[in-house]
């Protein structure tokens, strides 16, 4: 018999319940200024037969979506909900009729990934050939969006907002396509560009950059594998030795030519995301996590270190220079996202040691930094970086940055992220001043369940 998904266990086990909660219980202030709600997408299986699930063959990233949500207004917690993401199947299996929409080439799946919102759409988004799904403030699902026909594809799971533009980018790949798509998404909401980048062998492009002048690509040696179809592989995206890892710099519309890309070879590596980039003089910066050795997406193996690097792209020297910044094992790294694109000096990144033991062989000095649970705050001004641990049991999720207010400086605000209480059992939305990162967070907000272990959220301030 296969050993049990470890996926299904612990910190990542799905719930059971669709819960709404009024008038939470806090302990500490919720600051009077943060009106709006924290949302947070993740996998969560509807059982063993949900896709990629069963026993000994489960995959992290192939449980339906499942939106957490808080709403903060006036210093207090309104409410928590979760929501499944009505796909056609989750829609099936709760005895529901699915909403219906457009669907691309099939690929209909419960987005489970991210959730964002963008000229008035909220949106939570997936990769790999699905298209996003629209929900309601209440996170109940309006159904699938293609953004009133302007997608040709599918969508992509992470997405660059460009403030002073407006443009949401996005770069979507799919497995029968031997390009990927840059996608922008004007601030009205029409789909205004889609630019097809040849990218042979089929490589999984979870996340991208962006700068004023360049979409960032990062076409590493994880590509689609029919041998890993044939041997039942849900997720079926492995190491290729053989396929050369490389960054490209696509020219954004008005700052060079339309779709022609510059590759800069790089040495093999992986990256699930980046922090940030902006331009540097002729150069471009990029912030970002990566896997220092051969990564198997499909079995979500690989030895590390996973650490936090600086690179910098030359055009003028055609190299790409790497350095690292923090050599713990950490994911999820974060920006003000009022600043994707433009120079940044905080970021914010999670050291969660239930997603660094089940992804990565962690050994050596990483063995035990494995099992911490920690937020950590880099100032990449200073070079240096503080962390907020929350204990062994006390797992964390990613964490995100809301201002003080629209037009609060950078770090001049809050970083959110659910954090597992294990004296209740259950999950709490916790609050830290993001510039006093090490204290007593602000606040605390009791949620009346547990939270798996999941994805990607954001802090959608009311307007
Ligand atoms: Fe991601």
């Not at 594998?225 to 290729?240: E, F, H, Q």
């Not at 629209?406 to 999950?427: C, M, Q, S, T, W």
Request: proline share 7%; hydrophobic share 40%; glycine share 12%.
């Amino acid at each position: 018999m296969p050993e049990q998904n470890p996926f299904l266990e612990g910190s990542f086990a799905p719930v059971d319940q669709e819960v709404t909660a009024f008038d939470l219980p806090v302990t500490g202030t919720l600051p009077a200024e943060l009106s709006g709600c924290y949302l947070r997408n993740g996998p969560n299986p509807m059982g063993l037969e949900d896709a990629g699930y069963r026993w000994g063959e489960g995959h992290w990233f192939l449980g339906a979506g499942m939106v957490h949500g808080v709403r903060l207004r006036d210093g207090r917690a309104e409410w928590y909900r979760n929501r499944w993401v009505r796909s056609r199947k989750v829609a099936e299996t709760l005895g529901e009729k699915w909403p219906g929409g457009p669907v691309h080439d099939d690929a209909d799946f419960a987005a489970n990934t991210h959730i964002i919102r963008h000229a008035g759409r909220l949106l939570a988004t997936v990769e790999a050939g699905p298209l996003p799904y629209q929900l309601t403030d209440e996170l109940e699902t309006v159904g699938p969006s293609d953004f009133r026909g302007g997608l040709p594809g599918g969508f992509a799971a992470h997405t660059k907002l460009d403030r002073r533009t407006g443009e949401l980018h996005a770069v979507a790949y799919y497995w029968a396509w031997d390009y990927v798509q840059h996608i922008v998404v004007d601030a009205a909401g029409q789909v205004s560009r889609t630019a097809n980048i040849p990218a042979p062998g089929g490589p999984m492009m979870h996340d991208f950059a962006l700068t004023g002048r360049y979409v960032v690509l990062f076409d590493l040696p994880v590509t689609f594998s029919m041998d890993a179809v044939a041997a039942g592989r849900k997720l079926p995206y492995t190491w290729n030795a053989a396929h050369q890892a490389r960054v490209g710099l696509l020219p954004r519309p008005g700052h060079g030519e339309t779709g022609h890309v510059r590759w800069f070879d790089v040495e093999p590596c992986w990256v699930f995301h980046t922090l940030n980039a902006y331009d540097d003089g002729g150069r471009v910066a990029v912030d970002l996590v990566r896997y220092g050795g051969p990564y198997d997406v499909s079995a979500l193996e690989g030895k590390g270190p996973l650490t936090l690097e600086h690179w910098v792209i030359d055009p003028g020297t055609g190299r790409v220079s790497q350095q690292g910044l923090d050599d713990r094992a950490q994911e999820f790294p974060r920006v003000d996202d009022r600043i994707v694109s433009q120079p940044h000096r905080y970021g914010y990144s999670a050291a969660i040691g239930e997603v660094s033991r089940d992804t990565v062989s962690l050994s050596g000095d990483f063995a035990d930094a494995a099992f911490a649970n920690a937020l950590l705050k880099h100032d990449l001004a200073a070079g240096t970086a503080e962390a907020h641990e929350f204990g062994k049991d006390a797992t964390a999720g990613e964490a995100v940055f809301a201002p003080a207010s629209p037009g609060a400086g950078e770090d001049d605000g809050y970083v959110l992220a659910f954090i597992h209480n294990p004296d209740r059992g259950a999950a709490d939305l916790v609050i830290l001043a993001a510039q006093d990162f090490g204290g007593e967070p602000v606040a605390r907000v009791h949620l009346p369940a547990r939270i798996p272990l999941g994805f990607h959220g954001n802090w959608i301030a009311d307007q």
